[in-house]
Nanobody, 127 residues
């Protein structure tokens, strides 16, 4: 069974940090772009950060550049999102997403149609 399981969400004060993890099972990351999308209440879903397993290229939304860092450990089939200097506007449900044969840049701009989605982990940043 294919699964993406997120962890690491929680409540943090503005300026704080969290690290999200996503463990993939049922498939290997080889050939996939994998990353993070988020959806805040009343807002559209957006691509936050993605990484290509093939060449390590990355995508970051403008709103998180310089604050978030994505990394992957293909041996562990795991992707991480280090989130620093968190802001209240980062509050959202964060979803781990994977898509075969896609680049990180392309997947970050996709709205739907990706192969696999996790169930999400909630991040709340208090002011």
């Amino acid at each position: 069974e294919v699964q993406l399981v997120e962890s690491g969400g929680g409540l943090v004060q503005a300026g704080g940090s969290l690290r999200l993890s996503c463990v993939a099972s049922g498939f290997t990351l080889d050939g996939y772009a994998i990353g993070w999308f988020r959806q805040a209440p009343g807002k559209e879903r957006e691509g936050v950060s993605c990484i290509s397993s093939s060449d390590g290229s990355t995508y970051y939304a403008d709103s998180v550049k310089g604050r978030f860092t994505i990394s992957s450990d293909n041996a562990k089939n795991t992707v991480y999102l280090q989130m620093n200097s968190l802001k209240p506007e980062d509050t959202a449900v964060y979803y781990c997403v994977a898509d075969w044969g896609t680049t990180a840049q392309a997947m970050g701009l996709m709205e739907d149609g990706m192969d696999y989605w996790g169930k999400g982990t909630l991040v709340i940043v208090s002011s």
